[in-house]
């Protein structure tokens, strides 16, 4: 047989020369299937196995036979906002178990025996090795699990704290509901940072602010849940399991965890494909991410950092003093007290994809964030020095908090290269937990120095919103 390696490229390309080849039946059957053109070959392809394919390109080809179905195609817009509602719903399991004991707090001081300091720690525990867990998280979703394995394990160290806390609560332990708390912290917050890599991933350079924004909402709306039927759903089971209902209502809660679990899976599965089909390369360089990359950050994210921390320590740590303080300044009952101090809440649920789709369309996210920023100073000014109806200020406040949520954490993926992305995030995470901690404890020491005079407290959130404007300002 004639050497068809070394002869190959003197082939004319047309149908009439291929007839007057006779190399072979398999080199004829090879050459009659191609339409009057012949594949190039390198000289060192065997040819005994022509056309050979890989597998997965295989199936790559066979998925891309359905790119006119919207639902099927991976670069179409319905595929990428399927995919947002499994993205959305991956922390609606972690919110929603967040804030149980908030929505049953007598119910545990009472079944449990403990005080109101014990049972602030339900929620001290969830927050302090949080300062150091989300950039250790964040970093081994960049260097070591990637963005997919990463949440699903998140969600399992997630689901396997919620169980254990609810194993405390039925066997009546306390100290096991804070052990269980603690695991449940590590995967919540390191789930917070994998969901906002996957809305970088799918939507960076697309609707990104809005997609931040339905994050929040979904987050905001399972808490809103939370508090509307843990205590239905406490009075009910009562009835048949008195001794233990607490921990049996905390297990039934963790139900809301196996579900995000179940998106993350779909998701994941999603993700997967889409990498395959679009050939998606996150990191062309082959660049690794390294605990030693934060040293490499621009000052603009430091910027952000910083923001975010003196912006959100005016918020949380309010919210979880508001109570006593619209009781205090405007004499208002418990009852009604709850329901203005929820407001923000309601408020970001609705706001956040409206603000969010505003600030994709219009760009200048630095403008909004000091928009918010203004306009939560004004609301904590209201509250402070003027008697007008809260919730006037609270609803001032939870539209800003909506504008900055959705204007701020997305210029983090404009800064940081995205296979830091995860380590980034993490320590924005990290560095607002030590905020929070540090802040909250610290409000209370003033509200309590000041004899509930909850004055100096505003004035002190004020101060930190300041500091916000300030940057801003001398920026320009």
């Not at 990463?150 to 169980?163: E, F, M």
């Not at 994050?215 to 233990?244: C, E, H």
């Not at 409206?354 to 403008?367: A, P």
Request: aromatic content about 14%.
């Amino acid at each position: 047989m004639i050497n068809i390696e070394r002869n190959y490229e003197s082939l004319v390309v047309s149908e009439t020369s291929f007839k007057h080849y006779t190399y072979g039946y398999s080199l004829t059957k090879q050459l009659n299937m191609v339409d009057d053109r012949l594949p190039i070959v390198d000289e060192e392809q065997d040819v005994s196995t022509p056309n050979r394919q890989d597998p997965q390109d295989k199936d790559r080809d066979s998925e891309l036979d359905f790119k006119h179905v919207g639902c099927c195609n991976p670069a179409s817009r319905f595929h990428r906002f399927l995919a947002l509602i499994f993205m959305c719903l991956l922390g609606f399991g972690s919110y929603f178990c967040y804030d149980n004991p908030g929505a049953l707090q007598e119910v545990f001081k009472d079944e449990l025996n403990i005080t109101t300091t014990q049972f602030t720690l339900i929620y001290s525990i969830y927050s302090w090795p949080n300062i150091v867990l989300c950039f250790l998280g964040g970093f081994l979703l960049d260097r070591v699990f990637g963005v997919r394995l990463g949440t699903n394990i998140y969600l399992v160290i997630l689901l396997a704290g919620q169980l254990v806390f609810a194993g405390g609560g039925i066997l009546g332990t306390f100290w096991l509901m804070i052990v269980g708390r603690f695991i449940f912290g590590i995967g919540a917050e390191s789930l917070a940072v994998a969901q906002n890599n996957y809305a970088v991933l799918w939507f960076k350079g697309k609707e990104l602010n809005m997609v931040f924004g339905l994050q929040l909402s979904v987050a905001r709306l399972g808490s809103t849940v939370n508090f509307w039927v843990m205590q239905p759903i406490y009075d009910y089971v009562k009835q048949y399991y008195p001794d233990n209902a607490i921990g049996i209502v905390m297990l039934l809660a963790a139900s809301t965890c196996v579900f995000s679990l179940l998106c993350a899976l779909i998701l994941g599965w999603m993700d997967k494909r889409a990498e395959r089909i679009l050939r998606r390369d996150i990191n062309s360089k082959g660049e690794v991410a390294k605990l030693s990359d934060i040293t490499t950050f621009k000052i603009t994210f430091w910027m952000v950092s910083v923001i975010c921390v003196a912006y959100y320590v005016s918020i949380f740590p309010f919210i979880a003093l508001g109570k006593g303080f619209f009781m205090e300044k405007f004499n208002l009952p418990p009852e009604e007290a709850n329901n203005v101090n929820s407001i923000l809440y309601l408020i970001s649920a609705v706001a956040s994809p409206l603000f969010g789709f505003i600030i994709d369309k219009t760009g200048h996210n630095v403008d909004w964030i000091f928009l918010a920023v203004s306009s939560t100073m004004g609301a904590h000014s209201l509250l402070t020095f003027t008697m007008v109806n809260p919730y006037v200020g609270m609803v001032i406040m939870g539209l800003s908090y909506s504008v900055l949520a959705s204007s701020l954490w997305p210029l983090v993926a404009l800064i940081v290269p995205e296979y830091q992305l995860g380590t980034a995030y993490g320590f924005c995470q990290s560095i607002q937990n030590l905020g929070l901690a540090i802040v909250t404890i610290l409000s209370g020491l003033i509200v309590d120095k000041s004899h509930g005079d909850y004055v100096w407290l505003e004035v002190f959130y004020l101060g930190w919103l300041t500091a916000n404007t300030w940057r801003r300002l001398s920026r320009k």
